[in-house]
């Protein structure tokens, strides 16, 4: 995606770290092609709240920010170094 800071997780807005992965924002099996980078711990986030076809209806990284459960989560996140991991609830 243009725009998106490559240093940047698109789903905390943190700097990301050693580990980082790469994020369909529509899964590749429903069609997706754009990619972004996050860090592992927001990648298991997103995956445990949507399914595939919940991601691929919202289609955007911003449109996963607006779920409360999201936002509590980038919220607790917030002042975690970039390499913190943790297991996803």
């Not at 590749?28 to 991601?55: Q, Y």
């Not at 999201?70 to 390499?83: C, H, Q, S, Y």
């Amino acid at each position: 995606m243009s725009g998106v800071d490559p240093a940047i997780c698109a789903l905390c807005d943190r700097p990301l770290g050693r580990k980082r992965e790469r994020h369909h924002v529509v899964p590749k099996s429903k069609g997706g092609r754009a990619v972004v980078d996050i860090h592992p711990i927001c990648h298991r986030k997103i995956h445990r709240v949507f399914t595939n076809g919940e991601l691929a209806g919202l289609g955007t990284i911003e449109a996963l920010k607006g779920f409360p459960e999201i936002a509590k989560f980038i919220r607790w996140l917030a002042k975690k170094p970039p390499d913190f991991h943790a297991p996803t609830r």
